[in-house]
T-cell receptor, first 109, second 114 residues
Framework: GQNIDQPTEMTATEGAIVQINCTYQ??????LFWYQQHAGEAPTFLSY??LDGLEEKGRFSSFLSRSKGYSYLLLKELQMKDSASYLC??????????WGLGTSLAVNP | EPEVTQTPSHQVTQMGQEVILRCVPI?????FYWYRQILGQKVEFLVS????????KSEIFDDQFSVERPDGSNFTLKIRSTKLEDSAMYFC????????????FGPGTRLTVT
C-alpha cells in the first residue's frame, strides 16, 4: 500500500537544530516534498528532493534516501515562528499525491 | 507576488444542498488541484486537473464531486448534496508547467455543513 509516516509531535528550543523524519512507501516515486503549515493556514512549499542526498535552502535542508524510503527535514537556528506542522508529501507513480499527517513542531523560548 | 485566491473564505450550508467553491489559480500555472483537510486531520488529495480534464482523482472524489474550469481564470469544485462529513477546509492549489513540483496553495474555504 501507500503510506507516509512521520512523528506526530516534536518539541525544540529556540536557536537549536531539529530533524523531522519521514518514511514512505509508495508505488513508484516522483519526488518527495516538504511543506510547512501554520495552524489555520494553507500549506507552503519548503523543499523538493528527487535525487538522493541533501538539499540546502537557508535554515532548512532536506535529505532523501530513495533506497530506504526515507527523508528528513533539518531546521537550524530555530525561531519561534517555526512552530508549525511539517508535512511530508510524496508523489508516487499514480501521482495521487500522498500526504503524511504532519509533525507538529513546538519551539519553546 | 502572484497568489492563489479562493472564495468564499467560509461557507455554511445545510445537508443535502449543493455548494460551489471557487478558486483563481496563478495565471500562468497549468496544473490545478483540490485538497481537503478535516479539522485536526491530514491534508487529503481530491483531484488534479490539467489541460481541461481531470488527470488524477482520489477515492474521496466520487460522483458527489465535480470540477470545472469555466473560463480562463476560475477553477471550481462542486459538491452535490452535501453531507455532514463534508465539513472541512478545502484548499485549491496550482503549479506551473513542471507539473507536480511546487504547489501554491490558496487560503482555503472552510465549509460547514449543518
Amino acid at each position: 500500500g501507500q503510506n507516509i509516516d512521520q512523528p506526530t509531535e516534536m518539541t525544540a528550543t529556540e536557536g537549536a537544530i531539529v530533524q523531522i523524519n519521514c518514511t514512505y512507501q509508495t508505488s513508484g516515486f516522483n519526488g518527495l516534498f516538504w511543506y510547512q503549515q501554520h495552524a489555520g493556514e494553507a500549506p507552503t512549499f519548503l523543499s523538493y528532493n528527487v535525487l538522493d542526498g541533501l538539499e540546502e535552502k537557508g535554515r532548512f535542508s532536506s535529505f532523501l534516501s530513495r533506497s530506504k524510503g526515507y527523508s528528513y527535514l533539518l531546521l537550524k537556528e530555530l525561531q519561534m515562528k517555526d512552530s508549525a506542522s511539517y508535512l511530508c508529501h510524496n508523489a508516487g507513480n499514480n501521482r495521487k499525491l500522498i500526504w503524511g499527517l504532519g509533525t507538529s513542531l513546538a519551539v519553546n523560548p | 507576488e502572484p497568489e492563489v485566491t479562493q472564495t468564499p473564505s467560509h461557507q455554511v450550508t445545510q445537508m443535502g444542498q449543493e455548494v460551489i467553491l471557487r478558486c483563481v489559480p496563478i495565471s500562468n500555472h497549468l496544473y490545478f488541484y483540490w485538497y481537503r483537510q478535516i479539522l485536526g486531520q491530514k491534508v487529503e488529495f481530491l483531484v488534479s486537473f490539467y489541460n481541461n480534464e481531470i488527470s488524477e482523482k482520489s477515492e474521496i472524489f466520487d460522483d458527489q464531486f465535480s470540477v470545472e474550469r469555466p473560463d480562463g481564470s476560475n477553477f471550481t469544485l462542486k459538491i452535490r448534496s452535501t453531507k455532514l462529513e463534508d465539513s472541512a477546509m478545502y484548499f485549491c492549489a496550482s503549479s506551473d508547467a513542471r507539473g507536480y513540483y511546487e504547489q501554491y496553495f490558496g487560503p482555503g474555504t472552510r465549509l460547514t455543513v449543518t
